[in-house]
């Protein structure tokens, strides 16, 4: 679709967008009035996963002497010491377009290459496919020929793909350590895939089902810093996928360099974190993002 095919270019304007801060102030770990147990309910996969969709390649933490230089990015400070994060994830080559990855947040088959991307500390661009839904899941059947996924598409290499593992296999021999060091996390087979599985269940399956939905003119993309054990992040990404949002996903698990980029960009680290450049508008915290997803987007 023309869509899909102008989609970097639309990323790359938006970021020289200014937006303009809305919602309410952020509050690490916080649960918004009504919200536990969504929350709680979304917490399933982080349970049954561990810490697949959590830690970047080569994540390694350690405690630093004295403050944090001003402006840094750190997972916590306690007696004059620091926590501070790095992965292996710079020394891998980077995509220098988005991947696209054609999927739906209810499907375990799905969350593994999700899991993968965010080992990889690779930025995508989703186009979700709801069940029911007439635009991506229609466009993956009428070009590649069925409606299975996830499906993926790099045009950085001209390839597209079907096929979870074969997905995390390329991803993992372009764009990081090779296929002989894939997490075991994402190696365990039917294993693999119950628990996947298992963690979803307690959603219900949102996510996954097309709610009536209406398009912008020109629609770009939302920014979305995420990343895939967060529950908050979750809810956001239900959301995304029912209502058929495209969306640029800046992953920043533990140990990402994206966490420092939001922290320069905004002062803080906090995900999920929302830029829309079809309004100008960005945005903290899960409820709040999800309730301006439902105002602006749904039909």
């Not at 980077?94 to 290459?113: D, N, Q, S, T, W």
């Not at 029911?132 to 993926?152: D, L």
């Not at 990081?176 to 119950?194: I, M, N």
Request: glycine share 10%; aromatic share 10%.
């Amino acid at each position: 679709s023309s869509s899909s095919s102008s989609s970097a270019s639309s990323a790359a304007a938006a970021d020289e967008m200014v937006y303009k801060l809305m919602g309410p102030e952020p509050k690490k770990f916080g649960v918004a009035d009504g919200e536990l147990m969504n929350v709680l309910s979304a917490s399933g996969s982080f349970v049954t996963r561990m810490v697949s969709g959590a830690l970047c390649e080569g994540w390694t933490p350690s405690i630093v002497e004295g403050a944090p230089p001003a402006g840094t990015y750190t997972f916590g400070e306690v007696g004059g010491r620091y926590l501070k994060e790095t992965s292996d994830v710079t020394k891998y080559a980077r995509p220098a377009m988005p991947i696209k990855l054609y999927e739906f947040e209810g499907c375990p088959f799905c969350r593994k290459v999700r899991e993968a991307v965010i080992w990889l500390d690779l930025d995508v661009i989703f186009y979700p496919c709801p069940q029911g839904g007439p635009t991506y899941r229609e466009f993956v059947k009428k070009t590649a020929g069925k409606s299975m996924f996830p499906y993926m598409v790099d045009d950085n290499t001209g390839t597209a793909m079907y096929e979870s593992d074969d997905i995390i296999d390329y991803l993992y021999d372009k764009y990081g350590p090779g296929k002989d060091k894939v997490s075991s996390l994402l190696r365990a087979g039917t294993f693999t895939v119950l628990t996947a599985g298992i963690g979803l269940a307690p959603r219900g399956g949102a996510g996954s089902r097309y709610t009536a939905a209406k398009k912008m003119p020109d629609q770009k993309p939302i920014t979305l810093y995420s990343y895939e054990a967060s529950p908050f992040c979750k809810l956001v990404r239900e959301k995304l996928v029912e209502l058929e949002i495209p969306h640029l996903q800046k992953s920043c698990g533990r140990g990402s360099p994206k966490r420092q980029e939001l922290m320069d960009k905004r002062g803080r680290f906090q995900a999920p974190y929302i830029e829309d450049p079809n309004t100008g508008i960005a945005m903290f915290e899960s409820a709040a993002i999800v309730k301006y997803l439902q105002e602006t987007y749904a039909a």
